[in-house]
């Protein structure tokens, strides 16, 4: 049976009609055409379908639409606002916190929750939050790295190409220099 409903996502109002077991993740990208929310496990595991839901984190996709009539939907494509990008975002381009993308509208949306909340988390704090939103690519660091740029306000809006200076890097080339001379001895 449809249901007809009136969603406000990032603030505009839609008129949808959909099957009252219609899924938020689903009429985000198939009704409405907001297909930044990205489906992953379709089970509340990975947190590539994480929205917010008058200031709470959910997962889109155990979500009824049905049942945030009346609510507030905040979404990735809210985010950026007169074509400058949310910090987050920024920060995410600029640390190098995504690969292939599809894990990245949800930590950005589950990083943007917790801020909202909690502007100055500490890293632990921060690692402890994020630990719902999977990632097979990027092995966390640079997430993290990334949602703590922000909060340690280190994100350059005029950013080009950061220089990498990290004492990892150097420590690994001298690894590879120390193996070098090993090897050639
Ligand atoms: S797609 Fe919703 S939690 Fe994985
Ligand atoms: S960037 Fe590919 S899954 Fe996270």
Redesign the pocket.
Known sequence: MKKQLNLNVNGQDYEVEVEANRLL?QVLRDTLDLTGT????????????SVILDGRLV????TLAAGCEGKKIETIEGLAKDGKLHPLQQAFIEYGGFQCGICTPGQIMAAKSLLDENPKPSEEEVKEWMSGNLCRCTGYYKILESVMAVVDGKTDPNYAFRKRETTAKIQSLDVYKSVAKTSSD
């Open positions: 993740l990205k489906e992953g496990c379709s089970i509340g595991v990975c947190g590539a379908c997962s889109s996709c155990l």
